[in-house]
């Protein structure tokens, strides 16, 4: 998933923060617009950053907001150090260590399943909420049901919080209203990637169903005339491709296919 800033033209790239030889915030003119300032406090909003990755993000991308979280997203590792909410790193590590190295797991240093089952317990979270992968995403974890400390520490300073009861409601606030929010899109596009086996190309169709449940929830009405088709007459491991057809079908198209033609 990248910010496409013109035709075939593709950056990833974060951008630098400092001054320019004006002394004006790098990224920013001098004088922002009103849309400009708007979009800014749009971004803080909805990302939880502060101003100055708001201006670096924006700015990166003409100031189209979607594009800008696309971007942030996307390379968060960047901009940690830019975005410290206070969070103490003692009690993110003592909270890691409650649930790491877990015998039964025996991943040293890491959380493993059975640490997940812990956590989960304590967030009073099903395995099957799309709060958990909700949490998967902000840790950007690379293996399922696995946190390193390097991933779960990114994923609470990207959060804010440090303690069990402040990430639950930080999940419950991301989790509302989440269809709506310009975070849906990367976190539909992480999970195909996540649910994926190792070595494998395409998410196995059984799983990309569960996966479709979750994410959209009881949102998408037309999800069981998919899952029908995908079953009897799709039949196969599904590509990246359909993947993210589905997305773009379930953000434009109606529930009663009126619009079917338009699009």
């Given at each position: ?10 950056d ?7 001054k320019d ?31 100055k ?8 991308v ?27 790193d ?17 991943l ?17 979270l ?15 974890a ?9 991933e ?23 989790d509302?209203?989440?269809r709506e ?6 976190l ?44 009897s ?9 359909t ?9 434009s198209i ?10």
């Amino acid at each position: 998933m990248r910010c496409r800033l013109g035709p075939g033209v593709v950056d990833n790239s974060p951008v630098q923060f400092g001054k320019d030889s004006l002394g004006h915030n790098k990224g920013m003119a001098s004088r922002p617009s009103p849309a400009q300032r708007q979009a800014v406090k749009n971004f803080c909003n909805l990302t939880r950053t502060n101003e100055k990755i708001a201006i670096a993000c924006l700015s990166r991308v003409g100031y189209n907001i979607e594009a800008a979280i696309e971007h942030y997203y996307q390379n968060q590792h960047h901009y940690v150090d830019q975005n410290q909410g206070g969070q103490d790193d003692a009690r993110m590590k003592k909270l890691f260590e409650r649930y790491a190295n877990d015998p039964k797991d025996n991943l040293p240093d890491r959380i493993g399943p059975n640490g997940v089952c812990r956590l989960l317990a304590d967030l009073r979270l099903d395995a099957e909420d799309r709060k958990v992968l909700i949490l998967a995403y902000k840790m950007n974890a690379e293996v399922m049901c696995e946190f390193s400390w390097a991933e779960w520490k990114k994923g609470l300073q990207d959060l804010r919080v440090d303690s069990v009861d402040a990430l639950r409601s930080r999940l419950d606030e991301i989790d509302e209203g989440l269809r709506e929010s310009n975070q849906f899109k990367p976190l539909y596009q992480f999970t195909f990637t996540y649910g994926k086996k190792a070595g494998q190309r395409n998410l196995d169709l059984e799983v990309a169903i569960i996966y479709w449940k979750i994410l959209f929830k009881d949102q998408f009405a037309l999800l069981p005339m998919w899952e029908e088709f995908m079953t009897s007459e799709y039949g196969k491991a599904v590509t990246k491709d359909t993947w993210n057809l589905l997305f773009d079908f379930a953000a434009s198209i109606k529930a009663d296919l009126t619009n079917y033609d338009d699009v």
